[in-house]
């Protein structure tokens, strides 16, 4: 028969392996697409970043940064008696095997007190904060390209 100690040696090895294969990284399991920033005019002073974030694992976006701008921060728009309201979110949900678009009118990433003109074809350098539901957090790098604004969409206020 077994002694106590190796059973429990045995049970602590799973319940190990267990929480191991449970908390997968939150950056190895996101995939990110067709990220981009708006272009922006002289003097402008805000930007948008956009893409399209799919996660394996539940996981959050709960912070961004970017070295052209002062502060980069998740933000939602929301319609509230046909007024535009955008705010900073503390966190952007990634639901497991969902895909999740930040856009032009719904959720995205502020670039606020951006320090030169974005001109079309640049690259923005971003850096995306991921947390998994265990509350690890992990860094995703990536680089956006900045294209012109679509005709008949809604640029965002200085």
């Known amino acids: 028969m077994p002694s106590y100690a190796r059973i ?17 990284v939150a950056a190895d399991a ?15 002073s805000v930007a948008g970043a956009y893409m399209e974030l ?15 701008a002062r502060k980069t921060e998740p933000h939602s728009t929301t319609f509230d008696g046909g007024v535009m309201k955008m705010r900073a979110v503390e966190r952007i949900e990634l639901p497991a095997n969902e895909t999740v678009v930040l856009k032009p009118g719904g959720y995205h990433l502020m670039l606020v007190d951006i320090k030169r003109e974005l001109k079309p ?35 965002h206020p200085k």
Not at 10 to 19: I, K, P
Not at 30 to 44: E, H, L, M
Not at 126 to 154: C, H, P, W, Y
């Open 54 to 68: 799919t996660s394996n694992v539940p996981a959050a976006l709960v912070a961004a940064d970017s070295p052209v």
């Open 30 to 44: 996101v995939k990110i697409s067709d990220p981009w920033v708006r272009a922006t005019v002289p003097g402008q």
């Open 121 to 155: 074809g640049d690259r923005v350098p971003l850096t995306l904060i991921v947390q998994d539901r265990n509350g690890a957090r992990s860094t995703l790098q990536l680089d956006a390209e900045v294209r012109a604004a679509a005709v008949g969409t809604m640029p």
């Open 8 to 24: 429990l040696r045995a049970a602590g090895a799973a319940l190990v392996f267990m929480l191991a294969s449970d908390t997968t």
